[in-house]
């Protein structure tokens, strides 16, 4: 198979991208090749040109990646997408695909990661669906640039190319996000702002974060390659004038290479620098650069769903919240335990999570910042230990912290299955048992391959 070839196929399932996947079988003997198609369906023929071919062989087979030009009778599942951009902006990569059948999906990534760490016995419950399946983030981040028509516009980078789409219209933020996105994008507009060229290392606006909270007020954050920006206050101001609802802007200057959204440096540029959302009944603040769960209804579900398995255990001593962030989940369990200690390396988040937890009117939760695999070999025992980490999962050393730690629960909240399944096999070989461990998976983050999974492992 090679770049250019036209290839009739038939998808048998979907890689963990969400890309339609068929095999095709070598010619007298020769190696197979699973093929990716980006928006086929399993069920679904379809007529496509071959964009890669690896030259690696993986698991006994070629990978090679194509582009549909025709599809022949659509899945049963297929629907049409809501958003405008879809097809190019990369981000919903199953808006084609019915809801009920992405939560399916969803789950069987769940059962097969835990199947390939050895776990296959670990029971996995139906994966718990978005409350809100569209206009469910609320958080959205642009890219500042030119259509290839020469248009400014807040969008994305096309996946693997240099083009911007634009994202007006997208369907599953929060309606006031877009609300904010088309204001700002005509003043910025208006105001000849210059989009930033990494290439050319000219320009100065390179992204804008919006962060909504729950009842619809926005922060937003303008990224700058420098500080030097004559008319960002009165361009803050003028949006503010436009759109109420935006309580702060606040300039990050980001001057480094690459892909890195914030650089370290930040001015308020107009109103409040924070804004204080809310998941179920608890109060968080919030800075540009804190982590927060993108889909409140979901995350208030998986709060709760801790939160139910901590009050399972009569008396709480103290709780370690591990990669707490701005405290969310430390916050939603303050008034079970006696004491609550939330670590994460944003120093940002722990202001953030500091704040909530006085406007709460908690003084027994203390929050550290530093690193989690360091940070935990100062406690000596705790009741209830969180594990909320980035993709990438635990450090080892946390995990055999935990090990040595032996808490009569521990809630491992992940958002990639298979560090999660590799963890939790470390767990298991660091000693704790893993009987009565339950399996639910969410669906934080609906049209994406993304899937959010609780694992609540309590000793019996
Ligand atoms: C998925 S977020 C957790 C957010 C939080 N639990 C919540 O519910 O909003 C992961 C967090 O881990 C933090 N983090 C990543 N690596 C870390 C490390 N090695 N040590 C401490 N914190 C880390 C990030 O700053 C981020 O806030």
Known sequence: MRKGDHLDLE???????GAGLARVTGEDGAIPTLVHIPRVLPGEKAAAVVDHVSPHIRQGAREA??????????????????????ASCGGCVLQHLAYPAQTEWKRAQVVDALGAAGLGAVPVGPCVPSPRPLGYRNQAKYVFGREPSGRLVLGAFVPRSHDVVDLEGCQVIEPPLDEVSRALRSLLDEAA???????????????????????????????????DWPGAVALAQALQDRCARV????????????????????????GEPTVVDAIGNCRVRLSSRSFFQVNRHVAALAYDAIRAAAAGLGNVGRVVDAYAGAGGIALSLGDLADEVIGIDENAAAI?????????????????????VAERLTEVAAADLVVLNPPRA???????????????RLVAYLSCNPRSLARDLALLAANGVELGAARIVPFDMLPHTPHVETLCLVSSR
Not at 249 to 263: A, E, K, R, Y
Not at 357 to 367: C, E, N, Q, T, V
């Open 11 to 17: 998808c048998g399932g979907l890689d963990d991208q």
């Open 193 to 227: 702002v210059a989009p930033f060229v990494e290439r050319t290392h000219t320009g100065l606006l390179r992204y804008v974060t919006l962060r909504a909270n729950a009842e619809g007020q926005v922060l937003v954050t303008l990224v700058t390659n420098r500080r």
């Open 393 to 407: 999962g635990c450090a080892p050393g946390v995990i055999e912290a935990v090990g040595r730690m032996q808490p």
């Open 247 to 270: 309580t702060g802007v606040v300039q990050n200057v980001n001057s480094s290479p690459g892909n890195v959204v914030f650089g370290p440096d930040e001015f308020v540029l107009a």
């Open 351 to 371: 202001r953030d999570a500091e704040a909530g937890a006085l406007a709460a009117g908690f003084s027994h939760l203390r929050f550290v910042t530093g690193d």
């Open 65 to 86: 990646w194509a582009s549909l030009t025709t599809l022949g009778s659509p899945s049963p599942d297929r629907v049409t997408p809501a958003c405008p951009a879809q």
